[in-house]
């Protein structure tokens, strides 16, 4: 057995964050924050095997009508989502669609609609160690994205995030009720033409081309920062991210052979 390395501290095959190994990963992930939505993903579809969990990462390949899609929590943020990255690349990842949520800062978005993705802003420490240039989905994603939601008969717009690295006041929201604000960041974030923010598509978009991987995410609004409304109950909206990835991921096939 070759000893770990500090660079590199994989072991037989099998990386130090994932709780899989070598053949466990299907050509499509889908990625969700939350371990939670791993379950939720699971549970729409037979077959399949789950890996369990290890830490914020939770992976589950199952088994849907067009094939094998992996579904794997990335957690919150950039730095947890480039180790997923990275670790899902050398196991054999082909393409990452995020699904997950984020809070509309531009009006015209329901809450429980969708958003393909097609560009994030926003400047991440993470995403930052990797960019050579603007954060951008690959266009075949986003197309078999739109194309998902459309035979879904799902209500899905198109347009820009930004991604930050906080959630309070990177998000222009108080740290505690009642209190202020510091430094709203939102309005240049629409200026720039973002809809909506998030955590992790920017860094999705930056490390994964370099890793070789087409990159998509679908996002679902969680909460409408212009009319300050909370979706309570997204587990609806969450399953239909996944649905639209799964379709997504059918559409994909031929591009990945």
């Known amino acids: 057995m070759k000893a770990r ?91 990452v669609i995020r699904i997950g949520g984020m809070g509309a800062i531009a009006p015209g978005l329901k809450l429980g609609s969708l958003l393909a993705v097609d560009a994030a802003i926003g400047g991440t420490g993470a995403g930052g160690l990797y960019r050579s240039g603007p954060a951008v989905a690959t266009p075949a994603v986003v197309a078999a994205l739109e194309a998902a939601a459309r035979d879904l008969k ?29 430094a709203d960041p939102i309005p240049a974030f629409v200026a720039a033409g973002a809809l909506g923010c998030d955590m992790e598509t920017e860094t999705l978009f930056t490390v994964g081309p370099a890793l ?31 649905r639209v990835g799964v379709a997504a991921a059918a559409l994909l096939e031929p591009f990945l052979r």
Do not use: K
């Not at 072991?11 to 190994?21: K, S, T």
């Not at 199952?62 to 050398?90: F, H, K, Q, R, W």
């Not at 899905?156 to 108080?174: K, L």
């Open 5 to 95: 390395t500090a660079a590199f501290p994989w072991q037989n095959g099998r990386p130090p964050h994932l709780p899989c190994g070598p053949g466990d990963i299907a050509p499509v992930v889908l990625l969700p924050g939350d371990p939670a939505r791993v379950s939720l993903a699971a549970a729409l579809y037979g077959g399949g095997r789950d890996f369990g969990q290890r830490r914020e990462f939770r992976v589950a390949t199952v088994e849907t009508p067009s094939g094998p899609v992996t579904i794997c929590s990335s957690g919150i943020g950039g730095p947890s989502t480039e180790i997923a990255l990275v670790e899902l690349a050398n196991l054999g990842a082909r393409a």
């Open 154 to 182: 799902l209500d899905c717009r198109r347009g820009t995030v930004a991604t930050t690295d906080s959630y309070y006041r990177g998000q222009g929201r108080p740290i505690a009720q009642d209190g202020p604000v510091v």
């Open 212 to 242: 070789g991987l087409q990159v998509g995410a679908v996002l679902a609004v969680h909460g409408d920062r212009v009319t300050d409304t909370w979706l309570e109950d997204y587990e609806p909206a969450q399953t239909s991210v996944v």
